[in-house]
T-cell receptor
Framework: SQQGEEDPQALSIQEGENATMNCSYK?????LQWYRQNSGRGLVHLIL?????REKHSGRLRVTLDTSKKSSSLLITASRAADTASYFC???????????FGSGTKLNVKP | DTEVTQTPKHLVMGMTNKKSLKCEQH?????MYWYKQKAKKPPELMFV???????INESVPSRFSPECPNSSLLNLHLHALQPEDSALYLC?????????????FGPGTRLTVT
């Protein structure tokens, strides 16, 4: 499968702590994107990182990309209860106009 | 307006029914997508429309029939579905089909087939 794999599958932390989730993929990519999904709802785009970028920030989010290891990580700093959701990475392979979602990480932030 | 709307929010249908899901966006996006998502699983791509033409069909059974009447609308016609087709159906759009840009998702239609 060309889908990415994420770990951990589930993560439970206290409010104020940082949350890190990882995504690994198999093929060379054009870009990698992270999405959040609240239970039973649509996905919300968080951040896009292109293959020639190594790190990107957006508010409390920090994304890194290591194309040599075919992996990416999403760091949420100073987490809040409202960050409770499932987080998916999505990869876009080169010359292949499809989106492949990873298996997802379910984050629970306890108040 | 950065919103993708989907109707209905919930749909219950019998295996002999015919129903349609609707999706609309007014962002001028030229690519639109249908995904199926089962509980605790990632979304699975079903169809991609590129400039109002079907460009990708992920070997979806013919009981699912997509339609793109114009650049803002996307329909998914359902007929003779099976209980295992029960899922959250998500519509998405993006600026162009290259996937160099993010996708915007609608809230989904929760479909139950009885």
């Amino acid at each position: 499968s060309q889908q990415g794999e994420e770990d951990p599958q589930a993560l439970s932390i206290q409010e104020g702590e940082n949350a890190t989730m990882n995504c690994s993929y198999k093929t060379s990519i054009n870009n990698l994107q992270w999405y959040r999904q609240n239970s039973g709802r649509g996905l919300v785009h968080l951040i896009l990182i292109r293959s020639n970028e190594r790190e990107k920030h957006s508010g409390r989010l920090r994304v890194t990309l290591d194309t040599s290891k075919k992996s990416s990580s999403l760091l949420i700093t100073a987490s809040r209860a409202a960050d409770t959701a499932s987080y998916f990475c999505a990869t876009v392979p080169y010359n292949f106009n499809k989106f492949y979602f990873g298996s997802g990480t379910k984050l629970n932030v306890k108040p | 307006d950065t919103e993708v709307t989907q109707t209905p929010k919930h749909l219950v249908m019998g295996m002999t029914n015919k129903k349609s899901l609707k999706c609309e966006q007014h962002m001028g996006h030229r690519a639109m997508y249908w995904y199926k998502q089962k509980a605790k699983k990632p979304p699975e791509l079903m169809f991609v429309y590129s400039y109002e033409k079907l460009s990708i069909n992920e070997s979806v059974p013919s009981r699912f029939s997509p339609e793109c009447p114009n650049s803002s609308l996307l329909n998914l016609h359902l007929h003779a579905l099976q209980p295992e087709d029960s899922a959250l159906y998500l519509c998405a759009s993006s600026q162009d089909p290259s996937n160099s840009y993010e996708q915007y998702f609608g809230p989904g239609t929760r479909l139950t087939v009885t």
